[in-house]
């Protein structure tokens, strides 16, 4: 059963910086792709920044030239470093990987979660 572990979460001024974490375990295989969603109160969860396994990668508009998502050195982990971090960037964020499997088709897995709060 593959599990992902999230981490760097926290509290930070409008303008600062945070940096997450996601490595995935459990999996023979590499990842297709992995990346993170975020949920904000009374809105539906949406996608950030995703990578491929081939480097493809993409991010929501809203932060675009703010957010970079890297693949990390270890296998089956990726980063997100956020900058210039808005009010509106308050969410939990979930780290998402999608693994093939020998039937053909991907399963989808999530991580528990974790809070960024960006407040002066």
């Known amino acids: 059963q593959v599990q992902l572990v999230e981490s760097g979460g926290g509290l930070v001024q409008p303008g600062g910086s945070l940096r997450l974490s996601c490595a995935a375990s459990?999996?023979?295989?590499?990842?297709?792709?992995m990346g993170w969603y975020r949920q904000a109160p009374g809105k539906e969860r949406e996608l950030v920044a995703t990578?491929?396994?081939?480097?493809?990668?993409t991010y929501v508009d809203s932060v675009k030239d703010r957010f970079t998502i890297s693949r990390g050195y270890t296998r089956n982990t990726v980063n997100l470093q956020m900058n210039s971090l808005k009010s509106e960037d308050t969410a939990v964020y979930y780290c998402?990987?999608?693994?093939?499997?020998?039937?053909?088709?991907?399963?989808?897995?999530w991580g528990q979660g974790t809070q960024v709060t960006v407040s002066p």
């Open positions: 998402n990987a999608k693994f093939p499997t020998t039937r053909g088709l991907d399963d989808d897995y």
């Open positions: 990578v491929t396994g081939i480097g493809t990668i």
């Open positions: 459990g999996s023979i295989f590499s990842f297709n792709t």
